[in-house]
């Protein structure tokens, strides 16, 4: 059987692509239409009543803001009042293509969740994990384990592997290649039996389905904190990617401004962005200390990346400073005692810093200062944190090679 949220991206995707192909699909009914949709979404994530509590979130109306630099200043806003934390705005919608590719098989795997880990907090670096890094190799590494087997996927760009650990999408040829254009999937994409999309493109079918949007059906919560994302004067701009076909003016580094979409993988995926879920969750990291404020307030699953200088995509940053793993090392020393130190984290918390190579484990359910030396890469990691929420194992994590990470001890198996 369907999940409602499956229903309601089939339903959108059928009506947004009539209208579309109508002439009759203007912005201001488009906007309309995708509140109206984002509305049902939310009513399906909570019914039958569940007493999980959400992330507060402002309920404008979805939008899927494109950012360029010119617009920062002016994109028109909208504002909520949130009842626990700062309230996050949006820009005004920008139209999206929608596709109307059918739906996904289920996957065949299905996991069954014995894990005690109740919030996740992933990490995504850009550079190698170094053991002399003051902070990652000398101080964080001792309280936990070391996945000294994690790779990033091959390819020019790592753009791959972040679609793959929110997705289990594979590589192709436009990810591969960072998608310096923001283009969309063909209509004429197949899905394959593991929900796997062919051919090339970078903004994903409404169908195709993310751990974000398993979490929402669930009824967990998430967000993604993205530095620089309120960069520029914008400081209330949520899911920020470029316009449909245009090209990805976030690519290099700007002085004052390193956001970069494509560390941004929830934008690259239409089931996230036509219904809402992205411009409500997807969120610039200077929200994250007032989320992290109590367990309540804090998502089942928490998503945060740099930007393109703290991070260490950048060896030398677009200010002058120093990048690399430094300010990579810099950055985790200023972010990670804050997450620690939150009610969530020590709530059986579970803190991911993924590496381009390497990776780490921190949690009070690990045994500190352990290895683990297997070969991971980021479908290892998608398939683990599936596992621990007890969802479907989607694409290419669902593969019989694909192992979660810990031999149980994070997914809570044999405790």
């Not at 700062?86 to 098989?105: E, Q």
């Not at 994690?150 to 289990?168: E, K, N, R, T, W």
């Not at 192709?172 to 493109?201: I, L, R």
């Not at 949690?363 to 944190?385: F, V």
Request: net charge negative; proline share 9%.
């Amino acid at each position: 059987m369907k999940t409602p949220r499956l229903l309601l991206l089939g339903l959108v995707s059928v009506t947004a692509t009539g209208l579309v192909i109508g002439g009759a699909f203007r912005d201001d009914h488009r906007a309309d239409a995708l509140a109206a949709a984002a509305a049902l979404s939310r009513a399906a994530a909570v019914a039958p009543a569940v007493t999980a509590a959400p992330v507060p979130v402002t309920q404008s109306a979805p939008s899927s803001a494109s950012r360029h630099p010119s617009e920062r200043k002016t994109a028109p806003q909208t504002t909520a009042t949130e009842t626990s934390a700062p309230a996050v705005s949006t820009p005004a919608p920008t139209p999206t293509p929608h596709h109307n590719a059918k739906a996904n098989p289920a996957p065949p795997s299905t996991p069954t969740s014995s894990s005690k880990v109740k919030h996740v907090f992933l990490i995504s670096l850009a550079v190698a994990y170094d053991p002399t890094a003051a902070y990652a190799g000398q101080q964080l590494r001792p309280q936990g384990e070391l996945l000294s087997g994690y790779q990033q996927l091959p390819a020019a760009s790592d753009l791959p592997s972040y679609i793959a650990m929110v997705s289990g999408q594979p590589p192709n040829a436009q990810t591969s290649a960072g998608c310096t254009t923001y283009s969309e999937f063909p209509n004429s994409a197949k899905v394959d039996k593991k929900g796997v999309v062919s051919g090339a493109g970078c903004v994903y079918p409404v169908s195709t389905l993310t751990f974000a949007d398993q979490l929402t059906s669930a009824r967990h919560t998430w967000r993604a904190y993205l530095e620089g994302m309120d960069a520029g004067g914008q400081p209330t701009a949520t899911c920020l990617h470029p316009q449909s076909g245009q090209p990805d003016d976030t690519q290099q580094g700007r002085p004052g401004d390193e956001y970069a979409a494509r560390h941004n993988p929830f934008v690259y995926f239409h089931s996230l962005l036509d219904l809402g879920d992205c411009a409500q969750n997807d969120v610039p990291l200077t929200k994250l200390a007032a989320d992290l404020a109590s367990a309540k307030t804090t998502g089942s699953f928490s998503y945060i990346a740099p930007n393109l200088c703290h991070d260490g995509s950048e060896p030398t940053c677009a200010d002058g400073s120093v990048g690399g793993t430094a300010a990579a090392d810099a950055f985790l020393s200023q972010l990670v005692p804050q997450i620690l130190a939150s009610p969530a984290y020590k709530k059986n918390g579970l803190l991911e810093v993924a590496f381009s190579s390497g990776a780490l484990l921190v949690s009070p359910l690990i045994t500190a200062g352990s290895s683990d030396p297997a070969g991971y890469n980021p479908y290892s990691l998608l398939r683990t944190n599936e596992d621990i929420f007890g969802v479907t194992h989607l694409a290419e994590a669902a593969g019989t090679e694909v192992k979660s990470f810990g031999g149980g001890l994070v997914t809570g198996a044999g405790d």
